[in-house]
Every structure is written in C-alpha cells, then in structure tokens.
C-alpha cells in the first residue's frame, strides 16, 4: 500500500512539474518557466565594427536640434537633438550603410561636454538586417573612448546586453560634423 501511494504521489508531482515546465498560454499573456530552455537558445557574443556619421549643418543634415537651451543655460545644458545617421563599414561617407543610428541625444551636463543618448542602431544589410541595438546611457564627448550600455534590440538581437566603445574619428565643430567609431560586444539568443 506505502509503495502504491508513494507512486501516486510521484505521478502527481512529475504531472504538477511538466505543467510548470511547459509554456501556458491564456488570451494575449502567456509564461515561460525559467528552468525551461525551450523559449531561449544559447546566449552567443557578436561583436559589430562600425561608423556613425553625424551632421548637423549642409543641406541633408542627418541631426537636427528639437530643443534649444533654456535662457540662462551653462554651455548648452538642454540641447536636445533628434537624429537619423546612417552606420557605415568605413570611416568615409561613402562608404557602405549598414544601418542607421535612430534616436535623440541630448547635452545633459552643466559642467562639460556629456551627452544623454538614447539611441536605437537598426540594421540594414546581411544576417543583422531589421534587428535593432538599443542604448541608453551618458557619452562623456571628451573622453578618448566611451563605454556606452547596450540595454536590450530586436530580430537577432533578441534578450541582448552588452556595451558599446564609441571613439571619435574625426569631428569638426564648425561645420557641424562628426564621425564616431564604434565597437560593439552584444550577449543575445
């Protein structure tokens, strides 16, 4: 009889177990078990090399200013910056687009050159293209190299993190331009 109930009551945790191991779907809401590995593959590491060209002046300029400094800013705190720059395989302009840099940067700091960036890199060429990079994070200008935080994308990278170094290529203030490299290690599934 021990042997009998002991086996019931196997059978009812392995059934309680498969059902909490299974992914459930109710309406528009559903969950995963996280000790299910069905809905989420192997996390790979990509690394990406690319150009983001910026202009802010000419006739086909790629950034625009949204929002000017309030009165009585220090050095442009507030300055807010809508942008469409195209992602290139080289450093020059006519090089081949890869994407586009998508977003809002804005100046975020009273003190020195920082920029705020929310910025979306939307690819448009080989296996990356239609998935997105997101970052969000503090671009202090003035630094050689700048850790900027990849916090999520879209397509292949789906569930990723990781980081961008962004580095000044080349920029001339007067005119409005700048071009950055960039170098990026992503975690995705």
Known sequence: MASLVNSLIA????????CYLTKTTTGVFSTQSPFSQSGK???KITQLHFYFHDNIT?????????????????????????IDDPLTEGPDPSSKIVGRSQGIYAL???HKIELLMVLNF????????G???????RNVVTQEVRELPI?????????????ALAKTYM???????????YNISVLHV
């Open 11 to 18: 059978f009812h945790l392995i059934v309680l177990m498969s």
């Open 41 to 43: 593959g192997m996390e």
């Open 58 to 82: 000419g006739r086909n300029p790629t950034a625009m200013q949204i929002i000017g400094p309030p009165k009585g800013s220090v050095g442009g705190f507030g300055t807010t910056f809508m």
């Open 108 to 110: 975020a700091s009273q």
């Open 122 to 129: 939307a690819f448009t060429e080989g296996v990356f293209n």
């Open 131 to 137: 998935s997105t990079l997101s970052i969000f994070g």
């Open 151 to 163: 916090v999520g994308g879209s397509g292949v990278f789906r569930y990723s993190r990781g980081f």
């Open 171 to 181: 920029s001339t203030p007067t005119f409005g331009l700048a071009i950055v490299e």
